[in-house]
C-alpha cells in the first residue's frame, strides 16, 4: 500500500507501541503494568478487530492473558474500550499540543497535517472505534465531543488571526474551521478506514498527502496559493538548515 | 431551526412528494399507482427512523396499507429500501445534471451546492439511509460507490479545466475533487444527520450555509477568492436581470 512510509513526522506514535513505553516507567507497581498490557492488547485487537465484532478472547490472545486477568481489571469489552480511547485521545491532543509552530504560515498548516494524517494511519482502528464508540456510550460522546469543539475553537482562532479584516464578505471563521477540519477526516475515513482503492492510488505516501490537504487548506483559509518555495521547503528531501 | 428556510433552489426536491407526484401521471396502472404510494411511505417513515430501527409497521402506518400489501411488492424492508434509495440518488443525479450552468465560475459553484445542501436538508433521512445500507448490502454499496465517484470524475474535470496548467506545483485534480467533496460532505453529515447545535448556530440558512461553502470551495480550487461583486450577485435578495 503506497500510503505507508517509513519515516514521518516525529512526533507521530502507534498508541499500542505508547502503552508498551509506559511499561517501562519507573515506580510502577505490577498490577499497573499489567494494566498497561492489557490496554496495548485492546488497542492492538482494534487494529485488526471492528469493536463492533471484537471479543475478549481477541484481546486475551494478544496480551498472553487469561480472560479472568482482563475482567480483573474492566467489566467487559466497553469500559475497557472506552478508556483505552480517552487515553488515546488525551495522548493525540497532549502530542499536538507539542508541535513545533513555525514563522512560516504554510508549514504552520504542514507539520501538524502531517502529524495528523500519520496517526490517522497508524491508528485507524482506534480512530474508527471512536466513532462506533460516540454512537453507542453517550459519557465517551460528550468527551469526544468536547474535544472535537476545543479542536475546532483553536483552528478558528489562528484563522482570525490571519484573516485580512478589512474584507467584509470573509466567511465566518469558525465554519472555515469546520469546512477544512471536515475535509481532512474525511480524506483520513476514506484512505484509511474504508480504504477506498481509487483514493488510495492517488496518494503517493503521507508527505504527498499532507502537501495535497495543506495546499487546499491554505487556499481554503487565506484566499490565496502557497508560493513554490514555501512548498518546497517542507518535502522531506529538502535540505537546508532548519 | 435556522437552518430551514422557504424558497431555495427551484430544482430542490423532497423524495416523498417526488413519488406522490409520480402517482398522478397518466397511464399508470392501480399497482403502479399503489407502488410509488408504498415508496412514498418508505421515504417518509427513513425521515423519521432510522433504517436499523425501521419497522414495516412504520411504512404500513404511513401509507395507510396493509401488511398484505407491503409484501406483495417487497420481500422485506431491505429490498424496499435499496429500491427508495436507488430512485433517490437517479432522481438527484438526473436533476444535478439540470442545473444551469453559469458563466461565472463563482455561480457555477453556489448554484449546484445550493441544490446540494437543500436536498440534503430535506432528504436527510434518505442520506443517512444511504450509509448505513451501503455498509450492510454489497449489491447498493457498488452503486452507491459508482454514481460518487462518476461525481469525483465530473468535478475533477471542471478543476482541470479552471486550472492554470502553468503551475508546476498544482495538487492533482482529482484528490481535490475529494477533499472538496468530502468537505460538504462532512458538513451536511453534521448540520443534517447529527445535527450538531454549535455548527447549526452557525448557519442563518441554506443560502447562507451555500455561501460560505462555495467560497471556501472556490478558494481551495483556484487559489483566489471570489470577487466581492460574484458573491453578491448569488444571493437571494439580489435583483438584477438574471
Redo the contacts between chains.
Keep these: 500500500m503506497p500510503v505507508a512510509d517509513l519515516a514521518c513526522h516525529p512526533l507521530s506514535f502507534d498508541m499500542a507501541e505508547v502503552f508498551d513505553e509506559q511499561q517501562d516507567a519507573p515506580g510502577l507497581t505490577k498490577g499497573q503494568r499489567t494494566l498497561l498490557k492489557v490496554k496495548a492488547a485492546v488497542a492492538r485487537a482494534l487494529e485488526q478487530t471492528p469493536y463492533q465484532m471484537l471479543r475478549i478472547s481477541d484481546v486475551a490472545d494478544q496480551a498472553q492473558i487469561s480472560y479472568g486477568l482482563f475482567y480483573h481489571y474492566y467489566k467487559d469489552k466497553e469500559r475497557a474500550t472506552v478508556e483505552v480511547l480517552l487515553d488515546f485521545l488525551e495522548h493525540l491532543e497532549k502530542t499536538y499540543a507539542q508541535i513545533h509552530v513555525s514563522d512560516d504560515d504554510y508549514a504552520s498548516l504542514y507539520q501538524p497535517n502531517l502529524f495528523y494524517l500519520d496517526v490517522n494511519r497508524r491508528n485507524a482502528g482506534l480512530i474508527r472505534a471512536c466513532l462506533t464508540v460516540s454512537e453507542e456510550v453517550e459519557s465517551f460522546r460528550e468527551q469526544y465531543t468536547l474535544l472535537i469543539?476545543r479542536w475546532h475553537r483553536r483552528m478558528a482562532q489562528s484563522i482570525r488571526r490571519n484573516q485580512k479584516t478589512t474584507?467584509e464578505?470573509l466567511?465566518?471563521a469558525?465554519?472555515?474551521a469546520?469546512?477544512?477540519g471536515?475535509?481532512i477526516?474525511?480524506?483520513c475515513r476514506?484512505v484509511y478506514a474504508q480504504q477506498n482503492p481509487?483514493?488510495s492510488r492517488?496518494?503517493e505516501n503521507t508527505h504527498h498527502f499532507a502537501?495535497?490537504?495543506s495546499?487546499?487548506?491554505y487556499?481554503?483559509?487565506?484566499?490565496?496559493?502557497p508560493t513554490?518555495q514555501q512548498?518546497?521547503n517542507c518535502r522531506p528531501d529538502h535540505k537546508s538548515g532548519e
Tied chains: 1, 2.
Excluded: C, H, N
Design positions: 469543539d474584507d464578505l466567511p465566518d469558525e465554519l472555515v469546520y469546512g477544512v471536515g475535509m477526516d474525511q480524506y476514506q481509487f483514493l492517488l496518494i502537501e495535497t490537504v495546499i487546499m487548506w487556499r481554503a483559509v487565506y484566499g490565496r496559493s513554490k512548498i518546497l
